[in-house]
């Protein structure tokens, strides 16, 4: 049964994430590993704290990668805030706020659960109205950007009824960090999270986390021990606390936090407005060229991600086939539609690395041929065109 | 405040791990990422469920890597098999039984705690004891390698034994696979868990697990369901199921993956008897050399773990001024020790890659060189050849 070493090929990776990967990262993955004590990884920790607090746009003490992917670090937030018998009001507009629920749930909590449409933004009016309605919920949880719809809600609104409400926020920022505005202080947001996958284009499994001080004095307070000993923060916090004594709680993942600290230097040296400022430019060139070839987008204008473009599958073009043909074809991939998405929509990402002007030419090159492949005429010369001109 | 990229020295790495990384490894980490729906990816994720079962001599379907460290394995046997109001017999013989205790009591469960001396293996006849005294047993938690004394459990006996009492036993093996014989189905072990940086030599991040059908079928009848939502096997299953289609649950860590693939793949080419002869012959020729330097270890003989060896620190020398000077001057790192044994003892780490003459040869001559820099008399050239005799 002698199995091989495993050699895949080069993709370009325009779906949901992980998004593409930049060389410098995929080369700082493979530095010698140090041991998790040493010294000189317990400085490139710090740093690492320090570059997450720059991303984050935030003072907060506790801001750390959780070691683990995405739904670890959602989970991070909920077991340490949430204890049995809270209520926690939860917006949902796509798949990432029902997992939200879940969460909830298992805490031996009730959510309060609050539907938005698929493919639009939560609505902050609905939100305080609930607010009003219910005077004992302890958690506000919404999704920043929704990556399952391409949907854009207004954090700094919501974070700003959390306030006015006295509840706490949990903000899912997995696919907004570093593709468009998250500003963690400004809007006093108290316990947010993210992934290493998407707009900073680092290789999935890790998760920052960052937690306001009135997060953390709640996690202080708290009545019963946090359920998960892997994810509980005061353990995590003896960890990775500023410099001092390292508590033992786990094995760092040395090398993957490798290629974390490269992709936050990589978006230092960018700068945040810059890089916010392209994912926006790349979004608005692939929305030119998609019109151009008659795609519509699901998400209303003014509430789309531009890292995340949700489009509808021509009439008479099937998900699945068109899919494998930019894979089989171009080495490309693109998202399917998620939940009650599925099979009608495409999910294109911008984020990162892949927000790029080689890829959006790509994209629509590879697109148009797959549509003229399934007898519907289309003009990728046109769309390239239409979708340079919109940077110009 | 720019920080820039890190650039971490070649160290070696002869602490409880992780340990020296083999750059065949360090080279799978930085291939081009997939998408973790790729069918290219879902294929290797396959072949790493196959090579797998190889490493735990298993036919268990349910056999995957955790995306997380060891202490993720962990929590995810407890929590799966664990529900409020159970009681679980725990063996603590080090500091990773305490931590099945937090888990147990964070589970909502009542742990009936069985102590052994620090450094010692396990005694079945006190655990079969415990078994007979108390009728309302669901699982016997015990380390088969103590990663914090360096002891031995017979793990064979210990998993007889819940067979016998009809409980089901969840098993530590973080630093046995590879190191020392695990044969899962063998010993009808239930649930048990590994980790990536030990002696498969792949760097921190990922836990393998598996679970026996007696144990799959105990999760499917919870009556709660799992408290983690990031660790619930049921879902993770969805992920990880043979072939067909993938229900998406997390991200996958993609390039972890490729790493722990190529351990498993250069596991597979060594075979299995090998690496367990070549730890057992390594820790011999280590032995004679420390003997030579008039070192003593800490656990008896014949529960020693040969991938690990914890060693009193000599009468006059300073634990921290050694390690400290061992890093500066030869790039070298060995382990403190932890709980009870903090400040006494040294942990020397003979894993994976690490397990090799080159290593021994390195840390006798440091070790010597921090000893006489200390005062002590000691003779590098004769613990060399006894070492090297050892093995002749």
Known sequence: MAISSFHPPVRTLMGPGPSDVH?????????????????????????????????????NELTLPISAPGSAGMEACFVNLVEPGDKVLVCVNGVFGTRMIENVTRCGAT????????????????????????DDIKVLAFVHAETSTGALSDAQALCGLAKKYQVLSIVDAVTSMGGVPLLVDEWQADAVY???????????????????????????????????????????????GEGGKRAYHHTAPVNALYGLHESLVMLQEEGLENAWQRHAAMHTALAAGLESLGIQFVVPAGQRLPQLNTIYIPEGID?????????????????????????????????????????????LNALAAA?????????????IAAAEAAVD
Chains 1, 2 share one sequence.
């Open 23 to 59: 060389p410098r990262i995929l080369d700082a993955l493979g530095r010698p590993t140090l041991g998790h004590l040493d010294p000189l990884f317990i400085g490139m920790m710090d740093e690492t704290k320090t570059l997450l607090k720059y991303a984050f746009q935030t003072s």
């Open 111 to 134: 959510a309060i659960r609050l539907d938005f449409p698929w493919g639009t933004a939560v609505d902050p009016v609905a939100v305080e109205a609930a607010l009003k309605e219910h």
């Open 194 to 240: 993210s992934g290493s996958q998407k707009c900073l284009s680092c290789t999935p499994g890790l998760s920052p986390v960052t937690f306001s001080d009135a997060a953390v004095a709640v996690i202080k307070a708290r009545k019963h021990p946090v359920q998960s000993w892997f994810l509980d923060m005061n353990l995590i916090l003896g960890y990775w």
């Open 319 to 363: 998900d699945a086939k068109t899919r494998q043909y930019l894979l089989a074809n171009y080495d490309l991939e693109i998202g399917a539609g998620l939940g009650v998405l599925a099979g009608k929509v495409w999910r294109i990402g911008l984020m990162g690395y892949s927000a790029r002007m080689e890829n959006i030419i790509l994209l």
């Open 371 to 383: 549509m003229s492949e399934q007898g519907y005429s289309s003009d990728a010369a046109s769309a």
